[in-house]
């Protein structure tokens, strides 16, 4: 089992649509959670943490789920320039290396 | 926020020669620096842990001899592809850890990525 694992997509939505994002991990010693988006052919950009009682940032709500070990990401009101792939991150647990997701890709159309 | 620059954005290069990529953290001191590795429509896969004055760590199936790698200093790590051959053609990303930082331990600020490519 990987240690991070996420839905590649593609997640193919309309203009307005709500959409959410799992993430599994495996080490359930793990104590840091983010998100990051990375555009076609640039480097990832930090996006939210994920913190244990669930933050939100406008239309980005992060949630952290320990006993089942995933962390979810909601984007509400999609626009076109969500359109990207996001990356789940995971640190801790006995190492202070963070661990990528494959990322899920999120398309955005009109 | 904290930055980190990386140079040179895209190289192309023939088979047989060596590249150098730099990272520099621009305004802050990074006592750890991130490798990582990126091909089409994968996830980064982590090649090394650079820490400041000491040899980096390496990860599992990544050659030490053929990714040098050296963190001369707080501001500056180096990646050297030895010898690049065309599957040594990818995306190589620089981070630097911040620890403490304001989102905690493990917030990472990227380079903005090398484009390598081998002929």
């Known amino acids: 089992r990987k240690e991070v694992e996420q839905d590649p997509g593609p997640f193919n939505v309309p203009e307005g649509a709500t959409v959410a994002f799992n993430c599994t991990y495996s080490?359930?010693?793990?104590?840091?959670f983010f998100w990051y988006r990375q555009d076609c052919r640039k480097e990832p950009k930090l996006l939210m943490s994920?913190?244990?009682s669930g933050n939100e940032d406008g239309r980005f709500t992060a949630q952290l789920n320990r006993a089942s070990q995933y962390i979810s990401l909601l984007i509400r009101d999609s626009k076109l320039s969500d359109s990207a792939t996001y990356l789940c991150?995971?640190?801790?647990?006995?190492?202070?290396?963070?661990?990528f997701g494959r990322g899920t890709s999120l398309i955005v159309h009109p | 926020g904290a930055v980190v620059s990386q140079h040179p954005s895209r190289v192309i290069c023939k088979s047989g020669t060596s590249v150098k990529i730099e990272c520099r953290s621009l305004?802050?001191?990074?006592?750890?620096m991130f490798w990582y590795r990126q091909f089409p429509k994968q996830s980064l896969m982590l090649m090394a842990t650079?820490?400041?004055?000491?040899?980096?760590?390496?990860e599992q199936g990544v050659e030490k001899d053929k990714f040098l790698i050296n963190h001369a200093s707080l501001t500056l790590s180096t990646l050297t592809v030895t010898s690049a051959h065309p599957e040594d053609s990818s995306f190589y990303i620089c981070?630097?850890?911040?620890?403490?930082?304001?989102?905690?331990?493990?917030?990472?600020?990227f380079g903005e990525g090398s484009r390598l490519t081998v002929l």
């Open positions: 981070s630097a850890s911040v620890a403490g930082g304001s989102h905690g331990t493990g917030e990472l600020f």
């Open positions: 080490n359930s010693a793990s104590q840091s």
């Open positions: 994920v913190y244990s």
């Open positions: 991150v995971v640190v801790g647990g006995g190492s202070y290396i963070p661990t």
């Open positions: 305004d802050f001191q990074a006592t750890t």
């Open positions: 650079s820490n400041e004055g000491s040899k980096a760590t390496y």
